[in-house]
Nanobody, 126 residues
Framework: VQLQASGGGQVQAGGSLRLSCAASGRTFDGYAMGWFRQAPGKERKFVAVVSWNGATRNYEDSVKGRFTISRDYAKNMVYLQMNSLKPEDTAVYYC????????????????????WGRGTLVTVSS
């Protein structure tokens, strides 16, 4: 599976962006999908995950109430709606697929995910 994140850009603090993740090669039905981000000089970190059936959504504490992850099974897409953006949200954002199908409890560690594709840069200015 090849994943491609898109929708990044430059925005002022308080603004919004919607990131999209498209998969090619096969469907990711049955797999949790996650968003991660990597700021310059820092490790890749968890942002949000949606379970394989869409029933569970987990977020990193700093984005709770501001970001929303969703998925469209028909389009084989995953989205990250980002509102009230802050300068500290600046990073390259990546989407990834859980390595385990039908995992009961979604994970947040980058090591539990694979098929990393090209990320999309989000820059938030103050």
């Amino acid at each position: 599976v090849q994943l491609q994140a898109s929708g990044g850009g430059q925005v002022q603090a308080g603004g919004s962006l919607r990131l999209s993740c498209a998969a090619s090669g096969r469907t990711f039905d049955g797999y949790a999908m996650g968003w991660f981000r990597q700021a310059p000089g820092k490790e890749r970190k968890f942002v949000a995950v949606v379970s394989w059936n869409g029933a569970t959504r987990n977020y990193e504490d700093s984005v709770k109430g501001r970001f929303t992850i969703s998925r469209d099974y028909a389009k084989n897409m995953v989205y990250l709606q980002m509102n009230s953006l802050k300068p500290e949200d600046t990073a390259v954002y990546y989407c990834a697929v859980d390595r385990l199908r039908y995992r009961v409890t979604p994970r947040s560690s980058p090591g539990d995910f694979g098929s990393w594709g090209r990320g999309t840069l989000v820059t938030v200015s103050s």
